[in-house]
C-alpha cells in the first residue's frame, strides 16, 4: 500500500510521529481511571418518604399512590414501581437511555410539589429524591473506629471529623454514617403522675415547644446605631427544662421536673450494628462514576491514618469492605494474563522465523497497539476494568496477525534476494489489502456491540471499544512501523532456512492435494461434526454473567413476625458463632439488625488462600444454618459485582413477577406459584413477595363516643404517638452540639396489657381525664409486610432461590408448569431477574451476531468484488460453533453473555485465515496464471506459516485468560475459552474445508 512505501522512504516522519504518539500514550495511560468494572450509568432515581408509625398499607394509600399517579406522566419514564413498608415509601423511576438523568430532576421536584399539600401531616420531613447511580449501590470502603469513645462521642467525631474530611477528596459522592446515635434530651413522661395532676400530654407538649423558641424582631436605633433585636427564650440547661412550668394545682406550680425524668440518653433503639460481636458505627465511602478507585482509597487511607495519629482516643480504623483490594487484586491478574500472553506470542513469532529481530519488529505491534489504545480510552472517557482489561488481552494475539503476515512475506522477498528496502516495500504492498481486509472484517463485528443497550451494553462496549482501539493501531503499526523496522534497522536476514515448516508445509500440500479428490467425504465430515456441535448446544447451561468469587459474602437472615429487637440479636449471635466455626479465613464479619431480621456481610481472605469458594460456603452454610437453628430463614449470597448485577437484573434467582390492579386477587395466585416453585428440585427456598405479613395491633376510635366526651381523634392519635412512639419536640444546644428534645412517656417501656388502654388519657375541654377504654377499643388485625406496585399496578415477586450457574433448566420448568395455570383475566404473569434478562437481551444479542456476520460479509465483497467468494470465506464460521462447546465443557462453564461475546468475536476473527488463503489464491491465479488446483496448493503451502503463526499467537495469547486464574477471573474466562476453543476448530476447517469449498465453486463457476 502507498502509505507503507511513504512510510519506508520518509523515516524521519516516521520517528517523530511514533514518539509524539508513545507520549500522548503514556500521559493518556497515567491519567486513565482504575475501577473494578465500568460504570453503570442508568438513569433511575428514587422518591423517599418517611411515615413513622404507619404500616405498609397506610403507607401505600396515603402516600405512594398518591405520588406514583403524579409521577406516572413524567417524560421520558420507562417504568416507576413503588415499595410500601412500615413507615417507608420508595418510589422507583427508571427512564429511558437517552434520557439525561440531570434534566429531569427539576421536573421530578415540581410533580412532588404539586401534591404535597395532599400528603398526610406526620411525614418525617417531605419527600427526597436520591439518584441512584451504580456507584451508589455499593460503597468502596467500609470501616468501623476501634476506640474507647462512647456511642455518642463516636458518632459525633465521625460526622464532625471524619466525614467532612472523606467528602473532601476528589472523586468522592459520599461518605455516611450507619448505625451512629448521637444523645438526645429524652423528656419521659410519668403516666401516673400525668392523671394524678390533670395534666394532658399534648398540653405539655405545646409548653415545651412554644417555651424554647428565638425569633428575629428586625432593627432598632440604639445609642445612635443600627442594631439587629433578636428575641432569645431557648433553653440553656437541662435544668432549665426540669424548671419549666406545665400546669398549677391548688395554686401551686407544676414543674415539668415534677412529672417527667429528663436526661441525656441515646434515642431508643429500632436497629443495631454489630461488627465482630461488638456493638459500633459503620462509615460507608461512595465514589462518583468515572473515578478513581484506588486512587480514592489511597487518599482515604491516609487522611484515616492521620487523623488515628492525631488522636488519643482513636486506637484503629478496622476495614469492612475494601473495594481497592478487590480491584488491584482483579486488575493485576488480567494484566499478568496480558503480559503472559505477550511473553507466549513472542515465544511463537521466534520458533517460526528462527529471528531474533523479525520476532522483535513483529512484537513491537503488541505494546505500540495497547499504548496507543490508552489514547482512545482516555479520549472515549473510559476507565481501565476488569472488562475493558479483557478486551485488551483478547486482542494480543490478533494484534500481531497484521504484522505477522506482512514481516512474513517481506521476509519472504528477502529470501529471494531483493534488498531491505524494496522487500519492505513489496512485501507490505502485497499483502495490505488482505490485512485491511482482515482487520476490517475483525473490527466490524464488534461495532454492533456499540448500540446494546443496559448493563449488558455497557460491559461489552467496554470490551467492543477497546478491541476496536486495539486493532485499528495494530493495523497502523503494521502498515508503517513494521516495514520501516525492515528497512532501515540493521541485522534482518533474508536468507531463508529449509526446516521443520518446509517439510510440514509439503506435508500439508501433499495432503491437501489428496483432500480435495474427495469432496464428498470432506463435505459430509464437515456437516456431521457441524450438527452433532448444534445439538450439543443444548447440554450447555445458560446465565447472564458468571458469578464471582471476590471473597464477600452477603447474608440475608428473616425470623418470625414480632421477634423484638433483643430476641433478633440474641438469634444473631447463634449464627455468627455458627459462621465463624464453619468458616476459615474470615477477615471482618458484620450485621444490620432490626426487629425480625438482619443482614450481613462476611469479608473472606482471597481466594487463593483458602480451599473453598464463596460458592462453596454460600451452599454449605445454608444448608446447615436453615437445619440446625430454629426460627430463621438464612440465604446466603455472592457480594461484590453479583451485588451490582443483581441490583441491574432486578433480583437474584429464579423470579415470576405477577400483576394485578386487585391486592388480593394477586395474593392468592402468588401463593399458586409459590408453591409450584417451591416443588421444583432444584429450588432450595422460596419467597413471596406478597405472601409476609405483619401483625398490627389498632385502637379503633368510636367517633360518636368520643365527640361526646369532648375529644377529637386527631387529640387521641397525636397523644398516643408521643405516649409509644415519642415525638421531636425541639433542640437543645449542647456546647456546639445541636441534639433532639424527645417528649415520650413510661408506657412505651411497658408491655401492652388489656389494662393499658386504662391507663392511657386524654384532657377534654373540660379539665375531665378521659381513658383510651372511654372511646375505643384494642383489635388485631393482619396487615401486609409490604405493597409492591409496578406500572400502577399491585405486583408480587415469587423467587425460588437455586445453586448453580444454569437457570435456563429450571426457566424450561416453570413455563412448562405454570402454563398450565388458569389465572385470573386480569392478572399478568412475567419472568424477572436473570431469566428475564436473558429473555429480553438474548434476541438483541443474536441481532447483534447477524449484522456482524453481514458486515463482514460487506467488507469481503468490497475487497474482493465478488459475492460468491466471500460467502466461502465465512463458511469457516459455523465450525467456531464446535470449538464453543469444545471450550465451554472442558472448563466446566456455562453459555453466558461475556461466552457469546466471545462467539460474535470469533465471526471477525475465524475468518481471517481464510481471507489470506483465499486473497493469495486470487493473486497466484490472476499475476501467474496458474490453474485452479495449482493456485490453491501453492497458496496453501506458502500461507501456511502465516496461518499458524496467527493462529497459535490468538490462541496462546487469550489462554491465560481462558485459565481464569485471579480475582475476578470468573467474568472474563469464558471468552477467553470459546476464542481459544473456536479458533482451534475452525482453523483445520480453514485448511481443508475451504480449499475444497473454494475449488468446488470455482470449477462450477469456470464450467457454467
Not at 385 to 404: E, F, H, K, R
Not at 411 to 434: C, F, R, W
Not at 493 to 514: F, R, T
Not at 743 to 771: A, F, K, V
Amino acid at each position: 500500500m502507498k502509505i507503507s512505501r511513504f512510510a519506508v522512504k520518509h523515516p524521519a516522519i516516521v520517528i517523530i510521529s511514533m514518539i509524539s504518539l508513545l507520549i500522548f500514550s503514556v500521559l493518556s495511560f497515567m491519567s486513565t481511571p482504575i475501577a473494578f468494572i465500568p460504570d453503570v450509568n442508568m438513569p433511575m432515581y428514587h422518591v423517599i418518604t418517611v411515615y413513622p408509625g404507619a404500616d405498609a398499607d397506610r403507607v401505600n394509600d396515603e402516600v405512594s399512590i398518591l405520588l406514583e399517579k403524579q409521577l406516572a406522566t413524567l417524560s421520558g419514564l420507562d417504568s416507576i414501581s413503588c415499595k410500601s413498608s412500615d413507615s417507608l415509601s420508595i418510589i422507583e423511576l427508571e427512564f429511558s437511555d437517552d434520557v439525561n438523568a440531570d434534566t429531569v430532576l427539576p421536573s421530578i421536584r415540581e410533580k412532588i410539589n404539586r401534591i404535597k399539600s395532599d400528603l398526610p401531616e406526620g411525614l418525617s420531613g417531605e419527600p427526597f429524591i436520591l439518584l441512584m447511580e451504580a456507584s451508589n449501590a455499593s460503597p468502596i470502603l467500609s470501616f468501623i473506629m476501634d476506640s474507647p469513645m462512647t456511642e455518642d462521642q463516636q458518632t459525633l467525631f465521625a460526622e464532625d471529623m471524619v466525614v467532612p474530611a472523606l467528602s473532601s477528596i476528589k472523586g468522592v459522592a459520599n461518605a455516611e454514617v450507619i448505625g451512629g446515635r448521637k444523645n438526645e434530651v429524652r423528656i419521659t413522661l410519668d403516666s401516673g403522675r400525668m392523671e394524678a395532676l390533670d395534666l394532658s400530654v399534648l398540653g405539655v407538649s405545646r409548653i415545651i415547644g412554644s417555651n424554647n423558641r428565638s425569633l428575629p424582631a428586625g432593627s432598632v436605633e440604639y445609642r445612635g446605631k443600627s442594631l439587629v433585636v433578636e428575641t432569645a427564650g431557648n433553653f440553656q440547661s437541662l435544668d432549665d427544662l426540669k424548671r419549666l412550668i406545665v400546669g398549677s394545682r391548688a395554686g401551686s406550680p407544676i414543674y415539668l421536673g415534677d412529672v417527667a425524668d429528663i436526661e441525656l440518653l441515646p434515642p431508643v433503639e429500632d436497629s443495631l450494628l454489630i461488627a465482630d460481636g461488638e456493638e459500633t458505627i459503620l462509615i460507608k465511602l461512595y465514589r462518583r462514576d468515572g473515578e478513581d478507585v484506588l486512587k480514592i482509597i489511597r487518599e482515604a487511607k491516609e487522611i484515616l491514618s492521620g487523623l488515628a495519629d492525631e488522636r488519643t482516643d482513636v486506637d484503629a480504623f478496622n476495614y469492612i469492605q475494601d473495594e481497592s483490594r478487590v480491584t488491584f487484586n482483579a486488575v493485576w491478574s488480567i494484566s499478568k494474563s496480558l503480559l503472559l500472553g505477550i511473553v507466549l506470542a513472542f515465544v511463537v513469532i521466534f520458533l517460526f522465523l528462527k529471528n531474533i529481530r523479525f520476532a522483535l519488529y513483529i512484537s513491537v505491534s503488541l505494546p505500540l497497539s495497547i499504548l496507543f489504545s490508552m489514547i482512545g480510552l482516555k479520549l472515549a472517557g473510559l476507565s481501565l476494568n476488569l472488562l475493558s482489561l479483557a478486551g485488551l488481552t483478547v486482542a494480543i494475539g490478533m494484534v500481531v496477525d497484521a504484522s505477522i503476515v506482512i514481516m512474513e512475506n517481506i521476509h519472504k522477498h528477502m529470501s529471494e534476494g531483493l534488498d531491505k528496502k524494496t522487500a519492505s516495500i513489496k512485501g507490505a504492498m502485497e499483502m495490505g489489502n488482505a490485512v485491511l481486509a482482515s482487520a476490517l472484517t475483525t473490527i466490524s463485528v464488534f461495532i454492533p456491540m456499540l448500540f446494546l443497550k443496559g448493563i449488558v451494553g455497557i460491559f461489552f462496549g467496554n470490551i467492543a471499544i477497546t478491541i476496536i482501539l486495539s486493532l485499528t493501531a495494530s493495523l497502523i503499526v503494521s502498515l508503517i512501523v513494521v516495514p520501516f523496522l525492515s528497512a532501515h534497522l540493521p541485522g534482518t536476514s533474508g536468507e531463508k532456512e529449509h526446516n521443520w515448516l518446509d517439510k510440514l508445509s509439503d506435508l500439508y500440500k501433499s495432503g491437501l492435494e489428496k483432500m480435495l479428490d474427495k469432496k464428498s467425504f470432506i463435505f459430509t465430515f464437515a456437516a456431521a461434526v457441524l450438527i452433532i456441535s448444534g445439538l450439543s448446544l443444548q447440554t450447555l447451561g445458560m446465565n447472564v454473567f458468571p458469578s464471582l468469587d471476590t471473597g464477600e459474602i452477603e447474608i440475608h437472615l428473616e425470623y418470625p413476625a414480632g421477634y423484638t429487637l433483643g430476641k433478633s440479636r440474641e438469634k444473631t449471635d447463634e449464627i455468627e458463632k455458627i459462621i465463624r466455626d464453619r468458616v476459615e479465613g474470615i477477615e471482618t464479619m458484620f450485621f444490620e439488625i432490626s426487629p425480625g431480621r438482619a443482614t450481613g456481610s462476611v469479608l473472606l481472605v482471597q481466594a487463593d488462600r483458602r480451599e473453598k469458594s464463596t460458592h462453596e460456603i454460600n451452599k454449605i452454610l445454608t444448608a446447615e444454618i436453615n437445619s440446625s437453628v430454629t426460627d430463621v430463614k438464612a440465604l446466603f449470597f455472592n457480594g461484590g459485582l453479583d451485588t451490582l448485577i443483581t441490583y441491574a437484573t432486578g433480583g437474584r434467582g429464579y423470579i415470576v413477577d405477577l400483576y394485578s390492579p386487585d391486592f388480593e386477587e394477586l395474593e392468592l395466585a402468588s401463593e399458586t406459584v409459590e408453591n409450584i416453585i417451591r416443588q421444583d428440585p432444584s429450588v432450595y427456598y422460596a419467597d413471596n413477595s406478597a405472601g409476609a405479613d405483619n401483625m398490627k395491633l389498632k385502637f379503633v376510635i368510636d367517633p360518636y363516643r368520643i365527640g361526646q366526651l369532648g375529644l377529637s381523634t386527631y387529640e387521641a392519635a397525636a397523644t398516643g404517638t408521643v405516649l409509644y412512639l415519642g415525638d421531636t419536640v425541639g433542640t437543645y444546644r449542647d456546647g456546639e452540639v445541636i441534639r433532639d428534645i424527645t417528649l415520650i412517656s413510661d408506657l412505651h417501656e411497658q408491655p401492652l396489657t388489656s389494662d393499658t388502654m386504662n391507663r392511657m388519657h386524654l384532657l377534654n375541654s373540660m379539665g375531665s381525664n378521659i381513658s383510651y377504654s372511654s372511646f375505643s377499643e384494642m383489635e388485631m388485625e393482619r396487615t401486609p409486610e409490604a405493597v409492591s406496585r409496578e406500572n400502577r399496578l399491585y405486583h408480587a415477586s415469587i423467587t425460588g432461590y437455586y445453586f448453580g450457574e444454569d437457570v435456563t433448566a429450571i426457566d424450561k420448568r416453570m413455563n412448562s408448569k405454570l402454563e398450565e395455570i388458569a389465572f385470573p383475566s386480569t392478572i399478568t404473569r412475567g419472568t424477572g431477574g436473570t431469566a428475564g434478562m436473558l429473555e429480553d437481551e438474548l434476541p438483541g444479542m443474536i441481532t447483534v451476531l447477524l449484522i456482524a456476520l453481514f458486515l463482514v460479509y460487506a467488507v469481503m465483497v468490497i475487497q474482493f468484488e465478488k459475492f460468491r467468494q466471500p460467502f466461502i470465506i465465512i463458511a469457516a464460521y459455523p465450525f467456531s460453533l464446535i470449538g464453543l462447546v469444545f471450550g465451554l465443557n472442558l472448563f466446566g462453564s456455562v453459555l453466558s453473555f461475556i461466552a457469546f461475546l466471545g462467539l460474535i468475536a470469533l465471526s471477525g476473527v475465524v475468518v481471517n485465515n481464510a481471507i489470506i488463503l483465499v486473497d493469495y489464491t486470487n493473486l497466484l491465479r490472476r499475476e501467474k496464471e496458474m490453474t485452479i488446483r495449482e493456485a490453491l496448493l501453492e497458496s496453501a503451502g506458502s500461507r501456511l506459516q502465516p496461518i499458524l503463526m496467527t493462529t497459535l499467537t490468538t490462541m496462546l495469547g487469550v489462554l491465560p485468560m481462558a485459565l481464569g486464574r485471579g480475582n475476578g477471573a470468573e467474568m472474563y474466562a469464558p471468552l477467553g475459552q470459546v476464542i481459544l476453543g473456536g479458533m482451534f476448530t475452525s482453523t483445520f476447517i480453514t485448511l481443508f474445508f475451504i480449499p475444497a469449498l473454494y475449488e468446488f465453486l470455482e470449477r462450477k463457476k469456470t464450467s457454467s
